[in-house]
T-cell receptor, first 113, second 112 residues
Framework: QKEVEQNSGPLSVPEGAIASLNCTYS??????FFWYRQYSGKSPELIMS????GDKEDGRFTAQLNKASQYVSLLIRDSQPSDSATYLC?????????????FGKGTKLSVIP | DADVTQTPRNRITKTGKRIMLECSQT?????MYWYRQDPGLGLRLIYY???????NKGEISDGYSVSRQAQAKFSLSLESAIPNQTALYFC???????????FGDGTRLSIL
């Protein structure tokens, strides 16, 4: 059973602070890692993808990947109230199932004005 | 217009009824997926299809069936709906060579 674990939160941060979201996964052969943002009642929206160890930055978002530790994180700098949402970590299956994703249950982020 | 369109957006029905949820896409993607989302359980894969002749069961396919009518259309059927199938259902698409998936707006289904 391929598993993706996230802290369910809620994670509360003040406006302007850095929010740090974490994810661990069980499939050591996974190669593709994604962060989706989901507002309440809405569909998941892709915000970051990462495929290599290290950091990947896009605006206020930074994804970090450590395959040896099977760990993915998302940092949100200068957090805004509009960042309040549930963040889903998704990891692809290794091998023949590489186009399947397993999703974590999500971390709910609340940015306090 | 949305690239991945799901119909209906909301549906309330009774136990035992047959229900079809439809998904169409204009992204030109070959892969299509159906998920359900329940509070506390996250997104779970029901069925997926890599082309019109390739249909695969996901994690929770019991009680569901699918049809890939065309490259752009993928429908999900509940043959005899039961209350524990009440959930938010999402269709997603993906393209060859990339694991990224793109989601439709979802269908909120309530079975009484």
């Amino acid at each position: 059973q391929k598993e993706v674990e996230q802290n369910s939160g809620p994670l509360s941060v003040p406006e302007g602070a850095i929010a740090s979201l974490n994810c661990t996964y069980s499939d050591r052969g996974s190669q593709s890692f994604f962060w989706y943002r989901q507002y309440s009642g809405k569909s998941p929206e892709l915000i970051m993808s990462i495929y290599s160890n290290g950091d990947k930055e896009d605006g206020r978002f930074t994804a970090q990947l450590n395959k040896a530790s099977q760990y993915v994180s998302l940092l949100i700098r200068d957090s805004q109230p509009s960042d309040s949402a549930t963040y889903l970590c998704a990891v692809n299956h290794s091998g023949a199932g590489s186009y399947q994703l397993t999703f974590g249950k999500g971390t709910k982020l609340s940015v306090i004005p | 217009d949305a690239d991945v369109t799901q119909t209906p957006r909301n549906r309330i029905t009774k136990t035992g009824k047959r229900i079809m949820l439809e998904c169409s896409q204009t992204k030109g993607h070959d892969r299509m997926y159906w998920y359900r989302q329940d509070p506390g359980l996250g997104l779970r894969l029901i069925y997926y299809s890599f082309d019109v002749k390739d249909i695969n069961k996901g994690e929770i396919s019991d009680g569901y069936s699918v049809s890939r009518q065309a490259q752009a259309k993928f429908s999900l059927s509940l043959e005899s709906a039961i209350p524990n199938q009440t959930a938010l259902y999402f269709c997603a698409t993906g393209t060859r060579g990339i694991a990224t998936q793109h989601f439709g707006d979802g269908t909120r289904l309530s079975i009484l």
